[in-house]
């Protein structure tokens, strides 16, 4: 089936600084990709649609200056969290939409944020 | 403001039980529902639905969706302790394919 992968899994920052996460499909193309954010004991809310080659669509409330996102190509997404604050930690999914096959998204395993 | 609601929130069960899950929704331009199990770590997809009254199944899971009325229930019977999990609800919306989760469903399966 379809992989989605994130990197890193897991990362501790102090804040003031920025992370990367990144999303990549293993084994197909993604026009589309997803990132979203959970908070402990709560649903996925969806931050912002990535579209290859083109700027993200944030949802609303969601600061695009914070949380800048590059998709270069069609197997990868990033999601860099500018100076980040400890209220910023939390658990960061992205997901995958195939171009081939619209059935479904694929979800990565998720990037989780600890800021200090 | 797209809206799903799942209830209840959390359940608990014994072995080999008959559970129903329940997703309703308020949403604009919606394409399709899914149902997502999340034990640890991201949501593994379970069923899409499109069409109103048409059940899926797979292996002791079962879902219906009801158009008209804005539902969706998700079946699973004969529950097993590897059930335990949260299930999710999520509506597709829009030709950007956004989804819109619910809270989500706390199931935990006892021996």
């Known amino acids: 089936g379809a992989v989605v992968s994130q990197h890193p899994s897991w990362v501790i920052c102090k804040s003031g600084t920025s992370v990367k996460i990144e999303c990549r499909s293993l084994d197909f193309q993604a026009t589309t990709m997803f990132w979203y954010r959970q908070f402990p004991k709560q649903s996925l809310m969806l931050m912002a649609t990535s579209n290859e080659g083109s700027k993200a669509t944030y949802e609303q409330g969601v600061e695009k200056d914070k949380f800048l996102i590059n998709h270069a190509s069609l197997t990868l997404s990033t999601l860099t969290v500018t100076s980040a604050h400890p209220e910023d930690s939390s658990f960061y999914i992205c997901?995958?939409?195939?171009?081939?096959?619209?059935?479904?998204?694929?979800f990565g395993p998720g990037t989780r944020l600890t800021v200090t | 403001e797209d809206k799903v609601v799942q209830s209840p929130l959390s359940l608990v069960v014994h072995e080999g039980d008959t559970v129903t899950l329940n997703c309703s929704y308020e949403?604009?331009?919606?394409?399709?529902l899914l149902w997502y199990k999340q034990e640890k770590k991201a949501p593994t997809f379970l069923f899409m639905l499109?069409?109103?009254?048409i059940e899926k199944k797979s292996g002791r899971l079962s879902s219906i969706l009801d158009k008209k009325e804005l539902f969706s229930i998700l079946n699973i019977t004969a529950t097993q302790t590897g059930d335990s999990a949260v299930y999710l609800c999520a509506v597709e919306t829009g030709t950007a394919s956004k989804l819109t989760f619910g809270t989500g469903t706390r199931l935990q399966v006892t021996l």
């Open positions: 499109t069409s109103s009254g």
């Open positions: 949403v604009t331009n919606f394409r399709s």
């Open positions: 997901s995958a939409r195939d171009s081939g096959r619209v059935e479904e998204q694929y």
